[in-house]
């Protein structure tokens, strides 16, 4: 790919799956986001949702991974565009990089954030004189950072290590949780219960709320894009990257969908739990007693540790490749590898930072957070699309060992559909009345991003950044490697 050798390959086929499958996190993304699936389409779009969303991104996945095989370096999106567009590869790269960046740093703030809570709502539970307050949650959440950021500083293997540990942790995991909400509570609803719908949205429309509960399962299936990242520390990274991102979509479908239904037909008081601050906390609660409930939800707030520090690392590979190619301030900086654990400390550092940087504004206001929640799947799922659409429009284009033949094409188009449908959903209001404080801010936030990114790249990038940078000939790069 043009680049010397910095980073070990110490991930393994197995190592290369589970990054992806834990950022993914059924659990986290279940438990996160199902409160506001059972105001928007309820029961039916929660799982028939949950079934239609999965194949879709299995699409995404597919035309990912293809690429990946074709180009895997810890670039990977804004790499690979780059390379497949005929034309401004520069500025197709450049605005693919930071999107990617926007999203990876948000899908840590987010996750840290969301961990935050659940610990308080754990604390709460426990001790009921508690009182949380937003302040209480941006600190733990600060805290958590710096824990992830240190077990990042240290070698790849130890990040290898956790990361197989969490796999597991989420299998236990989800088996646990599902058994305890199959086998604990005396009665469960109807099957027919499953075609239920319910909108609380405030929107008249029902095929409007319904779509907007798509969004439930698109808020899971982010982050996949973390396989591709760690290409360049995988060993046979053609073939054993395409095949951690198709492992980790398709196992988490399955094992989310069996996860969901647990939720679904334990519910006994829907507007009772619904309306609760934490509805799913609130399911556990009502199904399964106080003291089962917290023993389970432990295992929900280790998921999202686990699944913060997988994000970060991800995130750190992105930081590393693109300011080895001089497209971030102090890029000199960031793409430095530490002689001693070969891992890019100083990106690590610089993840951290730009993640806690997002989770401040929710000492005051929720609302803000949330914006940045959603720009964080936009700028991910905008910057997969965007390699995906330059590859689709090449007639020439060179697969590799692991790709899709014919099928490439049109798998290529399906994705790109997706991507656009869901992209615009999460910059539509989700509820009605439209307030200050229900309005959607995820389209001003991704607009603002994008325009400090045109202003930036038209005042001084443009002339300086032409894409992935070349560090020689092969023979000559080889003459670099781990220098």
Same mark, same amino acid.
């Given at each position: ?31 996160? *986001?199902?409160? &506001? ?55 197709? #790269? ?6 990617? %960046?926007?999203? !990876? ?20 539970? !426990? ?8 302040? !209480? ?31 597991? =942790?989420?299998?236990?995991?989800? $088996? ?12 469960? @609803? ?6 239920? &719908? ?53 196992? /988490? ?52 540790? %686990? ?12 930081? %590393?490749? &693109? ?53 964080? $799947? ?51 209001? @989700?509820? /009605? ?22 202003? =930036?790249?038209? *005042? ?9 940078? #070349? ?13």
């Amino acid at each position: 790919m043009g680049y010397p050798r910095k980073l070990t390959r110490r991930f393994h086929a197995f190592d290369n799956f589970a990054i992806s499958f834990t950022i993914i996190n059924i659990i986290s993304g279940i438990f996160s *986001a199902f409160g &506001f699936g059972m105001g928007a389409g309820g029961p039916r779009i929660l799982i028939f949702g949950w079934i239609g969303v999965s194949v879709m991104v299995l699409f995404v996945g597919a035309a990912m991974g293809e690429i990946a095989s074709a180009y895997p370096t810890s670039g990977a999106l804004y790499f690979s565009a780059g390379k497949l567009a005929k034309r401004h590869r520069g500025a197709w #790269s450049w605005y693919t990089g930071w999107l990617n %960046f926007v999203g !990876q740093v948000g899908g840590t703030a987010a996750t840290n954030y969301a961990a935050a809570t659940f610990i308080q709502a754990f604390v709460s539970m !426990q001790w009921p004189s508690y009182d949380p307050t937003p302040q !209480q949650t941006v600190g733990i959440a600060a805290v958590i950072l710096v824990v992830q950021a240190l077990a990042n500083t240290y070698t790849v293997q130890l990040v290898a290590v956790v990361n197989r540990i969490s796999v597991w =942790w989420l299998l236990v995991g989800m $088996v646990v949780i599902v058994a305890a909400l199959t086998f604990k509570p005396s009665h469960h @609803q109807s099957a027919s219960f499953a075609n239920h &719908f319910v909108n609380t949205t405030g929107f008249s429309n029902g095929l409007y709320a319904a779509m907007l509960g798509l969004l439930v399962t698109s808020w899971t299936f982010t982050g996949f894009d973390g396989s591709f990242h760690m290409s360049e520390e995988t060993v046979k990274a053609t073939v054993n990257t395409p095949k951690g991102i198709m492992r980790a979509i398709i196992y /988490s479908a399955l094992a989310g969908l069996v996860l969901m239904l647990a939720l679904v037909y334990a519910i006994r008081d829907y507007a009772g739990e619904a309306g609760a601050a934490a509805p799913p906390v609130q399911i556990l609660i009502d199904a399964l007693g106080m003291g089962t409930a917290k023993l389970l939800l432990l295992i929900v707030i280790g998921a999202m540790l %686990f699944c913060g520090l997988a994000n970060m690392t991800s995130n750190t590979r992105q930081i %590393f490749a &693109f300011s080895r190619d001089g497209a971030m301030p102090g890029s000199s900086l960031w793409h430095s590898v530490s002689l001693r654990t070969r891992t890019p400390v100083k990106a690590v550092w610089l993840a951290a930072a730009c993640s806690l940087v997002l989770i401040i504004p929710g000492w005051w206001s929720h609302t803000a957070f949330t914006a940045i929640v959603s720009v964080n $799947v936009v700028g991910l799922y905008l910057a997969y699309g965007v390699p995906i659409f330059l590859r689709l429009r090449l007639d020439d284009f060179e697969p590799g060992p692991w790709n899709l033949g014919r099928w490439g094409k049109p798998v290529a188009a399906i994705a790109v559909v997706w991507i656009l449908l869901s992209s615009v959903l999460f910059m539509l209001p @989700q509820s /009605s009345p439209i307030t200050t404080t229900s309005f959607n801010y995820a389209p001003i936030a991704l607009g603002a991003v994008l325009f400090i990114a045109t202003l =930036w790249w038209f *005042a001084t990038a443009r002339r300086r950044f032409q894409g992935p940078v #070349s560090y020689g000939s092969p023979d000559e790069v080889a003459a670099m490697d781990l220098i």
